[in-house]
Each structure stands twice: as C-alpha cells, then as structure tokens.
C-alpha cells in the first residue's frame, strides 16, 4: 500500500475530547475593504503578498485534509473576493468532491458579490454566507466605512443567479443592537436565512468587553415582542456541527451563534488555515502551528512531505482545548492574555 492509499483510508482528525474534524476553514487574504469595528484593527498590518501560499499550495493542503476527512471547505478573507483566482479556486476545487468533499463555501461581505455571483455559481460555490450588521446606511456607513447599497445589490444577485446565501449579523450594545427587529422583519420578507452573532474577542485593538455582549436571551426577547418564537428541533442524524441555535420567527427559520453565553465549542469539528500557512485548532487558540514549509513541500511532492504533515497536525489538533471558555480560563490563570497572539478576525475569516 503506498502512502497515497494509506493516508486516504485513514480516519479524520480527532481531538482529545473526541471531536472528529470535517470543517477546514480556509483564508485566502488578510485584506478587507471593510473596517468593522468588531475584526479590524484601526492600523492593521496586511501580509505580504509574497509570503501568501499560492493557490496551488492552498489546493493541495486541501486535497491532503480531504483524505484525512474534511467533507465540508469554506474560503474566508479578509474579503475572499479581494484576491484575484479565487474564483478558479472554488473551480478546482470541485475535483476533491470525489474523494469526498461535500460542499465548498465562502464568507464575504458581498460588496463585490454583484460582479462575481454569476462567475462563482458557474464554478460551482455550493452555499454563500454575507455579513451584514446593519440595514440603516448611516449605521452602516459608521460600522464599516463603506456604503451599503453595493452590499444590498451583491445578495440580490446572489439570489438571481441561485447561490443559496445566509446572512451573519454581529450584534453589539449600544452600537447596533437595534437592528434585530429590523434584520428580522428583512429576513422573513426576503426569504433569507439569518443568524445574529453574539460580539466575540476577535476584533483586532483588543477593545472586546462583556459589556458589549447582546446575548441570545435577550436577542430571543426582543424577537418575541413582535415575532412568535419557537425552538426548532435539532436534526438527530447531522453528522456535522453547527454554531447556530436554531430558532423559527413566525415558521421562519433564524438562528443565534452564541458563543459567549451558549458556546457550542463541545461538538466542534473546524479546523482553520490562514492565506500565510498558519493553521489553528480553535478559532480562540492561543497559538497556532505554521505549516508553510510543509505545505510547499508537500505541493512540490517532496519525499516524506504527507508524512511530515500528517504528524505535526495529528498532535497539534489532538492538544486543542476543550473551547472557549478553557482557553480563556487558563490564559488568565497564567497571566498569558498579553503574551499570547493577537488575535483578529480579518486574518481567520471567523
């Protein structure tokens, strides 16, 4: 049996809590047009564009975690759609659904959506998520520095041209907070599914605070003031994960990913690479395992490349922690919060 066959026939990765990991996030920049207060930092530093990992390299890491069990791939940014190729990405990426890819998506702010919807149907991107935090341009202007009508024109031509899109709606105290109603209401008339996301430590200057949590109770609380709100039952035979809770507003499905009050880290199987070939376990981890030498080894097919890879991410993603909520215990029982990295969503895609 060769290396090939044998790594193609063994079982996916597992942490030491036995979660099984079939979700590889993948960032293809750092770079977004969009300053939102809750990912970017004020002065971000972007990667240099040569220290990027190619498509190909991007490719055959893909091809590698497929055969180590990720069914389901989602290109994140930054904005994704900022880089030039990703559309023929998503394209090649279509020949790892017989080895057993399921389904390849994309995170974008859609702001460019209207130009590359088509183009990226034609490729054959499975499903679209879009952030959109705000359906008042003024606030909208104010939390992202960009204007919202091209945002509204890229989902409406997501729908013209079929791509199935969910909506992502970080929600924050004080800030837009009063946009549940609103973005709720435009759901149910649009037909869209969406899912408000409670405010978590990822935006880049460090200024995350409790206080600034809209939690899911009160998210469900003020949905009730207007909707009627039931539970939906949970799928039973859903192999995967899902970060949302799902919920129906008058039969209308919406969900709420509340990590900070409600964490779903106990069944989560996402594993995630950066556009500069830093892999993490968690989203919150603490520390990464830069992987660049051995993914341009392994796509240059060097001798023993699968073999040194399959090592180093076996043990790294066995060691991921239980969730967010052990990662940010110990960091402060070590005192680590200030010597460990920086975390910011642009470069992880969330």
């Not at 002065?43 to 190619?54: A, F, N, R, V, Y």
């Not at 008058?250 to 996402?270: A, K, L, Q, V």
């Amino acid at each position: 049996m060769n290396m090939m066959t044998e790594l193609k026939s063994n079982a996916l990765f597992v942490d030491q809590f036995g979660r099984g990991k079939r979700k590889l996030r993948i960032s293809v920049t750092d770079r977004c047009n969009f300053k939102c207060v809750y990912c970017m930092p004020e002065h971000p530093e972007w990667m240099k564009k040569h220290d990027l990992l190619s498509f190909e390299e991007l490719y055959q890491f893909c091809d590698f975690m497929v055969r180590r069990g990720i069914e389901f791939i989602r290109i994140t940014g930054g904005e994704p759609l900022m880089r030039q190729g990703v559309v023929h990405f998503v394209a090649q990426l279509q020949n790892l659904k017989q080895l057993g890819l399921k389904r390849i998506s994309m995170t974008s702010n859609a702001h460019y959506l209207k130009q590359y919807a088509q183009a990226l149907k034609y490729a054959g991107l499975d499903d679209l998520n879009i952030s959109l935090d705000s359906l008042d341009a003024t606030q909208f202007k104010q939390l992202t520095q960009k204007d919202l009508a091209p945002v509204l024109d890229g989902i409406r031509a997501a729908q013209a041209v079929g791509l199935p899109i969910k909506i992502n709606s970080v929600l924050m105290s004080g800030i837009n907070d009063n946009q549940i109603l609103p973005l709720a209401r435009w759901s149910v008339q649009q037909k869209v599914i969406l899912r408000f996301i409670e405010f978590m430590p990822l935006d880049g200057d460090r200024k995350w605070s409790t206080e600034h949590v809209v939690s899911e109770q009160h998210i469900l609380e003020t949905l009730a003031t207007e909707f009627a709100v039931t539970t939906q039952a949970h799928d039973s035979t859903q192999v995967t994960s899902n970060p949302a809770r799902q919920y129906l507003i008058n039969n209308h499905p919406i969900g709420i990913i509340s990590t900070i009050t409600n964490s779903f880290c106990g069944t989560c199987d996402r594993v995630r690479l950066t556009a500069q070939g830093e892999f993490y376990n968690c989203l919150f981890a603490p520390q990464g395992l830069n992987l660049k030498a051995e993914i341009k080894a392994l796509a240059s097919s060097e001798p023993l490349s699968e073999v040194s890879l399959n090592g180093a991410l076996s043990g790294y993603i066995w060691n991921k922690e239980q969730g967010f909520h052990a990662i940010e215990q110990r960091l402060n029982n070590q005192s680590l919060a200030k010597s460990s990295r920086k975390i910011s969503m642009h470069m992880l895609g969330g």
